[in-house]
């Protein structure tokens, strides 16, 4: 067992991967982290699905099998196989832990980001074809997509909320699961079988804006490598205190579960940054951090748990947005910028993986 990595857990953090593929299912790998790496999830989005695809030979009895498929049921039967497959491997801990770990997220097609029906159809699909309680459906925290998220909590379905960036789009994502929570209510959902995480992303901020800094030069760059762990240590406080609303009080006696912050992009970037800095400086209870194999290994190895790291820190992380805006960098801008581009590669990844799925569906 690692140690540092159940220390993490220990402070709250709930430890998932940020990966999944056939082989890693199939070869033992992921009930390894399991076992000995205090993982209790997972996370998939179409990038992951692209690279894991592109290794064709786990998957290539299953293409066999889907030759008269169109290319998008075909991606889709391949992806859901896998998600499928990982839910099992976690059944113990989702049974643990009541529901809160043991997930396994998929992401709705890219394409449907701006599409806000057409999420919502496909999020229940997706659902329905894995079947296993452990799902979380992925929906992009878009304009489009908020209300998508508010139907799919209300028919039951639980909801990992993702590509958030800013402060402003994290509140109404907690408006809009809340709103989701009470239609399921009105529609005689149990609330307490609903879980949901708040993906908000850490590292690609820092890249977009000490890109920006950079070019301002002088005394600004002083403050580069410093926004993105003040953007989610303030993300923070903002789930904080939307538990102290009376409208949330009025949602947990009915049995509701909060809605976790989950921090993503937590692969650092720049090399002259420590490599467990987007888990170390982001300890608190009730999170969670996704992180990709190299950031797990390297946090088992190295990483430093602190106890909580966050809520001390609100103060300074004002201070340094502040400071940020002084310089000349529009933080509002920024987040705009990252949503758009994230909307964009994964839109890029799922053509990719189209292109993938064409090709063996061809070759089978």
Request: aromatic share 6%; proline share 3%.
């Amino acid at each position: 067992m690692s140690e540092n990595l159940k220390k993490l857990s220990d402070a709250g953090v709930s430890v998932w991967l940020d990966d999944l593929s056939r082989e890693r299912i199939t070869g033992g790998g992921l009930v390894d982290l399991i076992k000995a790496s205090s993982v209790v999830g997972v996370t998939t989005n179409p990038t992951i699905f692209a690279a894991a695809l592109a290794d064709g030979e786990s998957y290539a009895e299953q293409v066999k099998t889907l030759v008269d498929k169109s290319v998008d049921e075909a991606i889709t039967a391949l992806t859901t196989e896998d998600v499928r497959n990982a839910c099992d491997l976690f059944s113990d801990t989702f049974a643990a832990t009541g529901g809160k770990d043991g997930r396994v997220s998929i992401e709705v097609s890219p394409a449907l980001a701006r599409d806000t029906e057409g999420t919502i159809a496909q999020a229940k699909e997706l659902a329905a074809l894995v079947g296993k309680p452990e799902v979380l459906i992925k929906i992009p925290a878009t304009k489009e997509g908020l209300p998508a998220i508010t139907e799919v909590i209300g028919s039951g379905i639980s909801v990992n909320v993702t590509l958030i960036f800013s402060l402003d789009r994290y509140q109404e994502v907690i408006d809009a699961y809340e709103a989701g929570l009470e239609k399921a209510l009105a529609n005689g959902e149990d609330l307490s079988k609903i879980q949901s995480v708040a993906s908000f992303f850490v590292s690609r901020v820092d890249s977009e804006v000490d890109k920006r800094l950079d070019a301002i030069g002088a005394d600004a760059t002083k403050l580069k490598g410093k926004t993105a762990v003040a953007n989610a240590r303030l993300a923070y406080e903002v789930y904080e205190k939307s538990l102290q609303t009376d409208r949330w009080r009025t949602l947990a006696d009915a049995g509701a579960n909060p809605q976790r912050p989950l921090w993503a992009s937590t692969g650092v970037k720049n090399p002259d940054y420590s490599d467990t800095m987007y888990v170390a400086e982001l300890i608190a209870p009730n999170t969670v951090n996704t992180m990709p194999e190299k950031t797990l290994l390297a946090f088992a190895d190295h990483g430093e748990v602190a106890g909580d790291t966050i809520t001390a820190n609100y103060d300074d992380a004002r201070a340094v947005l502040a400071a940020i805006a002084e310089a000349g960098v529009d933080l509002a801008d920024v987040t705009q910028v990252l949503e758009d581009e994230g909307v964009q590669k994964f839109d890029d990844s799922w053509q990719e993986l189209t292109e993938t799925v064409k090709t063996a569906l061809g070759a089978a």
